[in-house]
T-cell receptor, first 115, second 114 residues
Framework: AQTVTQSQPEMSVQEAETVTLSCTYDTSESDYYLFWYKQPPSRQMILVIRQEAYKQQNATENRFSVNFQKAAKSFSLKISDSQLGDAAMYFCAYRRRYNFNKFYFGSGTKLNVKP | DAGVTQSPTHLIKTRGQQVTLRCSPKSGHDTVSWYQQALGQGPQFIFQYYEEEERQRGNFPDRFSGHQFPNYSSELNVNALLLGDSALYLC?????????????FGPGTRLTVL
């Protein structure tokens, strides 16, 4: 069974600083996707970044980047130049490559951004 | 494009009652999935609907059922409500026409069971 673990229930970062959120997962599959979703107080899940397991290059989206370690089954999110609007719950998620809609989510990390 | 919409926003029910939640997918999407997000937890997959049929199901009892209509909208029904059913229910939609299809989430329905 696939499981996703986020060991940091809450983190804080100073505005303009960098923060890294951790995620580990367990799977016997070799072909899958990993995601980071942001859930602000408005509750709407927003895709931050995704990583295809077959790609060795780490994904990057503007201030957001990941460190994907396939052998270690680790998938961390780095947020650079943190902004007040980054404050939210962040969820790590996994899905098998061809199982389009069944996502497995971690328990989330609450990110606080201090002005 | 309104994105994924859900109704109602909030709902209060008592134990034993039945509830129906509704979801309209993003324009052009044909697949709808439902998730339950308990307070302080990540979403858990309930089931997925495609071509008006349940295609996949998570570890949820038969009290949870659904339906997809020809216009791709969907309903989630929960019978014999328990206190533990209190949660945020998220609907997500996607289109199966591409190899990678991003899943878009709605804002959710907050269900409180008293």
């Amino acid at each position: 069974a696939q499981t996703v673990t986020q060991s940091q229930p809450e983190m804080s970062v100073q505005e303009a600083e960098t923060v890294t959120l951790s995620c580990t997962y367990d799977t016997s599959e070799s072909d899958y996707y990993l995601f980071w979703y942001k859930q602000p107080p408005s509750r709407q899940m927003i895709l931050v970044i995704r990583q295809e397991a077959y790609k060795q290059q780490n994904a990057t989206e503007n201030r957001f980047s990941v460190n994907f370690q396939k052998a270690a089954k680790s998938f961390s999110l780095k947020i650079s130049d943190s902004q007040l609007g980054d404050a939210a719950m962040y969820f790590c998620a996994y899905r098998r490559r061809y199982n389009f809609n069944k996502f497995y989510f971690g328990s989330g990390t609450k990110l606080n951004v201090k002005p | 494009d309104a994105g994924v919409t859900q109704s109602p926003t909030h709902l209060i029910k008592t134990r034993g009652q039945q509830v129906t939640l509704r979801c309209s997918p993003k324009s052009g999407h044909d697949t709808v999935s439902w998730y339950q997000q308990a307070l302080g937890q990540g979403p858990q997959f309930i089931f997925q609907y495609y071509e008006e049929e349940e295609r996949q199901r998570g570890n949820f009892p038969d009290r949870f059922s659904g339906h997809q209509f020809p216009n791709y909208s969907s309903e989630l029904n929960v019978n014999a409500l328990l206190l533990g059913d209190s949660a945020l229910y998220l609907c997500a939609s996607s289109w199966t026409g591409t190899l990678y299809n991003e899943q878009f989430f709605g804002p959710g329905t907050r269900l409180t069971v008293l």
